[in-house]
């Protein structure tokens, strides 16, 4: 009985240490994007050539006087003209070395995994890249017990300018946002153990007046997508594997803070 | 008048003066709490405050009432802050209404920056001796 219960103590220990023993690959993020392009080409030679010659004869004496002339002129010309256009549009498969910084980050702030480094897919884009199993057995996860396989579904830039009603002022926004989705595929089994979408948004905004020119500092938007998106993934992945315990939101809303299009109505 | 009549008198003064001095501290989310009055103004009133976020950027609208027969001048500006409760931008300079007589008028403002997310109307009328709204 008093083996059991020191056992049952024990239990717990155990499953922490597994947990914590996890580990885990985070991958950068897959893309596949349709690129397409026009050419017009326009290849035109011309080639003249021209020769004109001229001579004059004159004689004069006492009994009589002769004078001639004599030209000449022949040119040519060629001209060679080519003009091709077409339309091309192939999809190009890579990996975007962007943006997991963050996820690691909160990751390893969460405390529930190890991170392993994951070997970048160097090979020339193709669809092969979506082949994660593939990828696992031909051991670009050295170590990792867990592989988080991350694809680009969409990547959005805006700059938008807004009048700001009742002023001369304009909103200048330009914002970022991304959208990813993961897996957590365990290297063994292949199991999916958690799987989700998650956003990254960015943007820096500043009021123009007339005539000044501002340029958005696209740093400070990426930055901040990698933060939000590495907050959401770690969220996420704590609320399918965590026992659905609430992750702290790093941005509390104070009283005063107030999201966009929100009215507030103050009373008498 | 005994000296020490005077006692209980200049008490009951200093009580009244000390009661008419502390008004109660404004609700939150009321309109005294986000109006500062230089003084207080007889005949306007603020009726109607709201706030929006638009575009990022605070904006905050104002009704003023004068139920007086005569038109008032009012003078307003805005004091915005940011999440921290620091002031930002500097001070703005007053800007001045008319208000006719029993009619409202709306004014609106535009926070300068993203960063503010609170703000104050600071409002002042030559005619400055009321009450409050």
Known sequence: MKLLRSLLLLLPLFAAYDVQAAKIAVTD????????????????????????????????????????SRSSYSGRSQTDYTEVESSYSYIEYGELRKFVGDIKGEILKNGGFQLTQAKPYTAKGSEKIYDIISRIKKGAYPGADYVLFGTVSELDFRDEVNPIIGTDTLSNTFSLSLVAEFSLINTRTYEVKAAFSATGEGQDVRVVTGGSRVVPSRGKVVSEVSKSLGIDVARQINEQLGGGESYPNPNPANGNTMQEGEVMHFSQ | MHPFKKIPLAIVLSLLTACASQKPAPRPGSINAKVEQLSEMSYLQ??????????????????????????????????????????????????????????????????????????????QSPDNTGSMP
């Open chain 2, 46 to 123: 603020v009726t109607d405050l709201r706030a929006v976020k638009r575009n990022h950027l605070l904006t905050v609208q104002a009704e003023i009432s004068n139920p007086d027969s005569d038109n008032q001048q009012l003078y307003y500006r805005f004091k915005w802050f940011d999440a921290n409760g620091f002031a930002v931008g500097g001070e703005e300079a007053w800007k001045p209404v008319l208000v006719y007589a029993h009619q409202k008028q709306t004014v609106t403002a535009v926070a300068p920056s993203p960063q503010v997310t609170d703000f104050r109307m600071v409002v």
């Open chain 1, 29 to 68: 993020l897959a893309y596949a994007e349709r690129v397409s392009g026009y050419f017009h080409f326009v290849d035109y030679h011309n080639k003249s050539s021209e020769r004109a010659s001229h001579s004059e004869r004159e004689r004069d004496s006492f009994e009589s006087s002769s004078a001639s």
